[in-house]
């Protein structure tokens, strides 16, 4: 198990820096640069800058330099405002992350639930409903929804502000962001809930004599859930770090707005920042989701 563990630090280690380098060539391949404004700076003034940032050496050199302060946990500072990227992404990541885990407890709590019941009611009218459902918030992108929700409930109704922090605020951006994940959650609970009906030892469970919600929520459920947490590993980094275009709908001053603003502003410190963030989560995630295995099925083994 240890060395599982090490392994998997290695490689993830491995993955982050392999994005870094992808992310850091793309990032300058594409023409323009941070100092190209609409009212054009003179060429002294944005040779002066390059200078500054250290953006006149040659690319390989900039990269090593970035990953260098990098180890150092230094992320720089933004190329717009000259802020530290670190305070920027201390500001913003608490906002993401509550609203990226309120929304995926509540989209895989009852995404468990849902496809649970939808599987024990197969091909009744409560399974056709969940169906309907999850398949249409499947197929609903989040934009098309959270604008929605933002149509009905702040503009037309008026029952809640765009954004602000107050809790009851985080209603409409919590719901745009668990649409799909319960959706998906849902009907990946319901496919593994009907397979692990079908085994052997829950037949035999209940030729025993063992009572129907022992033998769903004690056998079968817990030998379902393992799709479920390889879905959820992922997906929680993902949400966690914010739907960018969701955060930019409701203007939330969360991380995806300031990857969005890095974009669109090509700041590159701050593009690069919030990538190795996202990175660093996915794989971290995807880890622990890899060790939560073991303890939900113990006869998993590790090489």
Wanted: charged share 15%; aromatic share 12%.
């Amino acid at each position: 198990m240890l060395k599982y563990i090490i392994k998997r630090i290695l490689l993830a280690a491995l993955t982050v820096l392999i994005i870094c380098l992808i992310t850091f060539f793309v990032m300058h391949a594409v023409p323009g640069g941070p100092f190209n404004r609409e009212k054009a700076l003179s060429q002294a003034t944005i040779d002066a800058l390059n200078a500054r940032y250290g953006l006149d050496k040659p690319l390989f050199t900039q990269f090593v330099n970035y990953m260098k302060a990098l180890l150092h946990g230094d992320f720089g500072v933004s190329l717009k405002n000259g802020r530290e990227i670190s305070t920027m992404i201390a500001e913003s990541f608490p906002i993401s992350a509550r609203l990226g885990l309120t929304a995926m407890f509540f989209a895989l709590t009852l995404g468990i639930i849902l496809g649970s019941f939808a599987a024990i009611m197969r091909n009744k009218l409560p399974d056709r409903i969940i169906v309907f459902f999850s398949t249409l918030f499947t197929a609903v992108p989040s934009f098309v929804l959270a604008t929605l929700l933002l149509l009905v409930f702040s503009i037309k109704l008026g029952w809640v502000p765009v954004w602000s922090a107050n809790d009851t605020h985080y209603v409409l951006p919590v719901m745009a962001l668990a649409a799909y994940p319960l959706a998906y959650t849902t009907r990946l609970a319901k496919t593994s809930m009907l397979d692990a009906l079908g085994q052997d030892y829950i037949r035999t469970a209940r030729s025993k004599g063992v009572a129907k919600w022992k033998v769903i929520f004690k056998h079968a459920l817990k030998n379902s859930l393992i799709p479920v947490i390889t879905y959820a590993g992922p997906q929680i980094a993902y949400i966690i770090t914010g739907s960018m275009v969701v955060e930019t709908v409701f203007t939330v001053g969360g991380i995806g707005t300031k990857f969005v603003s890095g974009i669109n502003n090509r700041d590159y410190t701050l593009i690069m920042a919030t990538t190795i963030f996202l990175a660093t989560l996915m794989v971290i995630a995807t880890m622990i989701c890899d060790i939560l295995y073991k303890i939900v099925d113990p006869r998993i083994k590790y090489d």
